[in-house]
């Protein structure tokens, strides 16, 4: 990462990406949303981490909502929607994936 200089000190660019652990790629897109109240939706997994993922869902839902994903049959992990552009959703899981689930979603071996 480059450094710009200041009249005193070097100053590191400000990070864009704020999360602390990576997120991965997915190989399994498919993803079923329902929020409180509501009928489950179709939704497309963008990316994913033990914590949390991305999705891509064409529905109304708002920050700090509630969610219950299901992701190729598995039972429902709850999650907190965190930021929401557009279509697309941040959410932070209430609790981290399992490894298992979490290897059979992404393509990570380790």
Known sequence: MG?????YRKVEPARIEQR??????VI???AKVRGHGRQPVEAELV??????????VNADYKIDERLWLRFEGDNPVAATIVWAEGDILGCRF?????RSLFRT??????
Do not use: K, M, N
């Open 20 to 25: 602390e652990i990576a997120r991965h790629p």
């Open 94 to 98: 209430d609790e981290p994936l399992d």
């Open 28 to 30: 399994v897109r498919r």
């Open 105 to 110: 979603l992404t393509l990570v071996t380790g």
């Open 3 to 7: 450094f710009t200089a200041s009249a």
């Open 47 to 56: 990316d994913l981490s033990i914590y949390g993922c991305r999705l891509a």
